[in-house]
């Protein structure tokens, strides 16, 4: 079975990436930006049920961090997101990907800065086969389109 979650690596080519040792709040929305359902909270009391051990609670490691993720992966505690590719059979960083590169190609095309949002974009999901899973990807909406073709800010 196939990970869900951003790896570590997938989180530093996809979002911003945070500059450690991470605070319990930062651990946490760096966990969420990796497709995990993750608050303060819950880092609180992986702590206090010894699942992860930071050396503090505001001073996470990458090996903390990747620690809670396998924890929240294996408990399926996924963003609504994460769980959407699941759901249409591919990863998250699957999703994230076709859309970064979407918003670069029309930002080139227009000579300015379509965001990597989906709220700009359609999805198109090609089903998963037996050899590879679901091929996600993007082409801008019509609206979004035609304020870019008008020279209007999006």
Known sequence: ??????????????????????????????????GYDCRPEMLE?????????????N??????????????????LLTPYAEMC????????DFLRPLKLAAERESA?????VPDNDLYFVMHCEPPRDDR?????????DDIRQRMERGEAV
């Open 1 to 34: 079975m196939h990970r869900n979650g951003l790896t570590f690596e997938e989180a530093l080519e996809l979002r911003t990436a945070p500059s450690l040792p991470l605070t319990l709040a930062t651990a946490s929305n760096h966990l969420w930006s990796r």
């Open 45 to 57: 009391l992986l702590i206090e049920n010894g699942v992860v051990k930071p050396a503090s609670e």
């Open 59 to 76: 001073a996470w490691s990458r090996a903390d961090v990747d620690a809670a993720a396998e924890h929240f992966e294996d408990c399926d």
């Open 86 to 93: 699941r759901t249409l059979g591919c990863r998250y960083a």
């Open 109 to 113: 095309k227009y000579g300015r800065r």
């Open 133 to 141: 899973l679901a091929k996600i990807s993007f082409t801008l909406c």
